[in-house]
Structure formats: C-alpha cells, structure tokens
C-alpha cells in the first residue's frame, strides 16, 4: 500500500495533537485483505472500543470472506481443470510410449 493511502487513514486529534492510529492495527487489518477505503470506514471506531462493539466491521468481514469464497471456488475449478489437461496430456503419452 503506498504512503499516500495510509496518511489518509492515519490522522492527528485537532484537540490533543496525539496520534489517533496504530500502525500495528492497520497491519492487521491490511493482512486479512482489507482495502485502505474499508479500514478506514471502522479504524476510528476500533481504536476507541473493542472491535466487537464497532457494528461496521462485521459485514465488511463477511464482504470480504463471501469475496475469497468465491475466488477459491473459482480457483478450485481452475485446479480441476489443469489437473485434467496434465492428466490428459500423461494418457496420451502413456499410450504414445506403448505403440513405439
């Protein structure tokens, strides 16, 4: 992610000039595939409370797991796919082998 995306979630409390982000947390929501857009729509709420009680992180969660479902899925169909076409190419092979 670049440096200009995170600034924008990162900010500064006009009131008490503290940092208001952890990096750390951002982290952790980047590596379960978070857009910067989606953290940023609850980062304020779950540096403040228990992630629990921030109700817009619960269907993010569920986008973004519904979103890899279905990218395994069609991932799954690729795998079955080229596993044929290996399997395919080794039959005919096989069977090349035996008539020389």
Known sequence: MNKKKISHIKSLDPHTNVRVYNDRTIQLYLGLGLTTE?????????LKNKEAFCREVLPIYREKLEEID???????RIKSNL???????LDEQHIEDQEE
Do not use: H, P, Y
């Open 83 to 89: 596993e044929e076409r290996i399997r395919s190419i």
């Open 38 to 46: 989606q953290i940023a729509g609850f980062l304020q709420c779950v």
């Open 70 to 76: 279905k990218q395994i899925f069609m991932l799954q």
